[in-house]
């Protein structure tokens, strides 16, 4: 099942369960999914237009008379447009507002540069009190969205609208502040986020092959990150891997960085070294950006030499 599917399922339940959950979308209901649900919640579905600050505020004044505001929109205009509304009318003020930004990074493909989003999560995670979250597939999503709704507070979470590889079974006991070990390693210990997770996990498979025993960790909540979970696992290692969708400045590897400072352990980056996206199909744009399982497999390697 694709993820916007997963995604609007779930609304659907929310709002059948809790009249006080609302949608909120700048036009592109139909492409993130929601546009469905309508006419089935007239009175709890609102269009804002291609006006993304006037969504993000409505939520805002919305949430102080107890409704539950899901927001929606492509990834730069749901974190760089709407910077101030979250960190004033949102954050600031303790609303509970949930953001849902569709397409991040090379998954913008067509779109280009200016809608291939590598710093979203740099920019929300400098915010006080929104908590960031990325799932790695339909079933950590599925299960995470009740969660999220449920959470008092602001929620930040990054969409990708298509099919993912299935990595998690549905005995899967998801916990939204807690790391997930996918694969237990001694050598290296790669964190990944998002649609770069079962990529690890296929590079890890390909370094079991060459002598290299190592450890995948999902980091799905990339703040409040998990610091117990991920300094245990790499002082087991000895090596750390970041690898994600986003600019290594502002997301998970600056995250790990900053949690790791104090160790001594090797951290090597697989991710978007501080460019601007372009126009082309997600494999082109791996290949460009160094997104591809032999980068990973390559930073994998240096990580190791480096202990």
């Not at 502040?177 to 790669?190: C, H, P, Q, V």
Request: charged fraction near 25%; aromatic fraction near 8%; include cysteine.
């Amino acid at each position: 099942m694709d993820m916007k599917t997963v995604y609007v399922n779930a609304l659907d339940k929310m709002m059948a369960d809790d009249r006080r959950v609302v949608i909120l979308d700048a036009d592109l209901g139909r492409s993130i999914g929601p546009r469905s649900l309508y006419g089935k919640y007239p009175k709890q579905c609102f269009e804002a237009g291609i006006a993304e600050q006037d969504m993000a505020s409505i939520a805002a004044g919305m949430a102080s008379y107890g409704y539950k505001p899901w927001i929606e929109t492509f990834t730069p205009f749901a974190t760089r447009r709407i910077c101030d509304q979250v960190t004033i009318s949102i954050a600031y003020a303790k609303r509970n507002v949930k953001i849902v930004g569709s397409d991040p990074g090379i998954t913008a493909e067509l779109n280009g540069g200016t809608h291939m989003s590598f710093e979203d999560f740099g920019v929300l995670r400098s915010i006080p009190d929104v908590v960031l979250f990325e799932a790695a597939d339909e079933v950590e999503l599925a299960k995470a969205l009740p969660v999220i709704n449920d959470y008092e507070g602001c929620v930040y979470l990054r969409l990708f609208r298509k099919e993912l590889p299935k990595i998690y079974d549905d005995n899967y006991k998801f916990d939204l502040f807690k790391a997930s070990t996918l694969r237990e390693g001694k050598d290296l210990t790669i964190f990944a986020s998002g649609i770069m997770v079962n990529d690890a996990l296929e590079a890890a498979k390909q370094l079991s092959g060459q002598g290299v025993d190592a450890e995948v960790v999902n980091i799905h909540t990339i703040k409040p990150i998990d610091r117990e979970g991920i300094i245990a696992a790499a002082r087991k290692t000895g090596a750390v891997l970041t690898v994600e969708n986003h600019n290594i400045i502002g997301g998970l590897h600056s995250a790990v960085l900053e949690t790791l400072a104090e160790e001594k352990i090797p951290v090597v980056a697989v991710g978007v070294h501080d460019r601007f996206g372009e126009v082309g199909k997600m494999p082109y744009l791996r290949e460009t950006l160094g997104l591809t399982l032999g980068d990973i497999v390559n930073a994998a390697k240096k990580a190791v030499s480096l202990k």
